[in-house]
């Protein structure tokens, strides 16, 4: 069985930082912006980990916890190792898992921290998850500088980053189950076209939630994909209705709803930040979103991989989230 | 880019009277060190978001893909940043460009041309 329920973990509080592009973007409600890319540090990546860290420390007095009050930090990105939540991580006293499922982080952060506060093993749980746009182009693409052209099917990587608190007090946002998807890959090798990659993923973990659970997709009020882009979104409700016979119409893309047409961003943006910054300063303040499905789609791929003239496998993780009145 | 590059060689025959041959060379310098400050202010990536292979063929692209790679690897250091960057995108071009030239030279030795 690939979905675990939970009766008693609930979302607490949240904090979010975005990027210079994101700020100027559809979105607001972030509890912080940055008006550059480095944010007081010399290079992308240290601005990363530097966001990160300020994300936790933010979590921790928001709540006047104390490093101790948390009983794991659990979190991942996008870049090599996982450097900037490991380098993050290391300021504060705090267990530390890291995980990696590229931009699916987050609803595995979630699911893992879920998991041992559902066991008794955890009283508070921190999840973070960042990702920077100019890193990812570093590691991932060309030097930034560079600013190789692309095609229309291309995602740019999101800035920001977001820290939720997960916990076993009672709050108005539950987490009430989660879904942990298969690696699905459908023999694509372009790099530049991630929603056609990842909407097959998406489309079998919904469909496997949707089984599971025994519920309708016409059950939630919302299903918020991650950065499948403009382009996946189209593609995973085809691509649902072919295979799987039935419509999914209250999908939104957190990757296409970021950006504004006129910043010329392509399909959207991509990033495990994407996700849960959509899920945070979109979905979580309309009163209309009570039933919340968040699918995390993430592709796997590394270029020397890519180079290699493999393909691209994908993964997608689905959490189930009740804003409770 | 073309146009530009044979009004730079008229313009250098004309007011230094250079010859055609030195003059090509001197506008073709002229067009590098102005591509490579265009990318080190940061405009160059935008201009050819617009312009597209217009131009980044030949000697633009490969003057701003070398310096966009070592503005990039200049945080990681002289040695293991810019010095074993600088050519990670023009590294084929130099590379594939000199095994070409030897083959054309050898062939342009056997049939004498």
């Known amino acids: 069985m690939s979905s675990v329920r939970f009766n008693k973990v609930y979302l607490d509080s949240h904090f979010v930082i975005g990027g210079p592009k994101e700020k100027n973007g559809k979105l607001d409600n972030f509890d912080l912006t940055m008006d550059d890319y480095y944010f007081h540090a010399k290079t ?28 794991f930090l659990i979190g ?67 030097p930034v500088e560079y600013g190789n052209t692309k095609p229309n099917t291309a995602t740019c990587t999101a800035t920001g980053a977001v820290g939720v608190i997960l916990t076993k007090q009672k709050t108005k946002m539950q987490i009430k189950a989660a879904t942990i998807g298969k690696t699905i890959d459908m023999g694509i090798k372009d790099v530049n076209h991630m929603g056609a990659v990842m909407a097959p993923a998406c489309a079998d973990t919904i469909y496997t939630h949707l089984q599971n659970m025994k519920k309708r997709a016409t059950d939630y009020d919302v299903i918020l994909t991650g950065d499948l882009g403009k382009v996946g979104v189209n593609i ?19 990757g296409s709803s970021i950006y504004l047409e006129s910043q010329n961003m392509y399909a959207g943006g991509s990033g495990p930040v994407c996700l849960p910054m959509v899920l945070v300063c979109k979905i979580l303040q309309n009163p209309r979103y009570h039933k919340i499905l968040i699918v995390g789609t993430g592709s796997l791929h590394t270029p020397v991989l890519i180079n290699q003239n493999e393909t691209i496998p994908s993964v997608a993780h689905a959490v189930e989230i009740e804003v409770l009145s | 880019m073309g146009i530009i590059s044979e009004g730079l060689i008229n313009l250098y025959m004309m007011i230094f009277g250079y010859s055609r041959a030195d003059s ?7 067009i590098i060190l102005v591509t490579c400050m265009l990318t080190a202010f940061g405009v160059f990536d935008n201009l050819v978001e617009k312009g597209k292979c217009g131009l980044i063929i030949p000697t633009t692209g490969f003057a701003h893909s070398m310096a966009s790679a070592t ?14 960057n600088a050519f990670k995108l023009a590294g084929s071009a130099i590379l594939y460009g000199v095994v070409a030239a030897f083959f054309f030279c050898i062939l342009g030795v056997l049939l004498n041309v």
């Open chain 1, 76 to 142: 991942g990105d996008l870049l090599n190792q996982i450097c900037a939540t490991s380098y993050s991580a290391r300021n504060f006293k705090i267990p530390f898992i890291g995980v990696y499922a590229a931009c699916a982080t987050f609803p595995l952060s979630i699911f893992h921290g879920a998991s041992l506060i559902e066991s008794d093993n955890a009283q508070n749980v921190i999840c973070i998850t960042s990702s920077h746009g100019l890193s990812a182009e570093r590691q991932y693409r060309y």
């Open chain 1, 236 to 254: 995973l409700k085809e691509y649902y209705e072919k295979v799987y016979g039935s419509k999914l119409l209250n999908v939104i893309d957190a």
């Open chain 2, 24 to 30: 090509m060379g001197v506008a073709c310098l002229t």
């Open chain 2, 71 to 84: 503005m990039d690897y200049k945080k990681d250091g002289f040695i293991k940043g810019i010095g074993s």
């Open chain 1, 44 to 71: 992308f990546e240290k601005s990363e980990a530097n966001m990160q860290a300020l994300v936790i420390e933010n979590l921790l007095i928001n709540k006047k916890y104390k490093e101790s009050d948390i009983d």
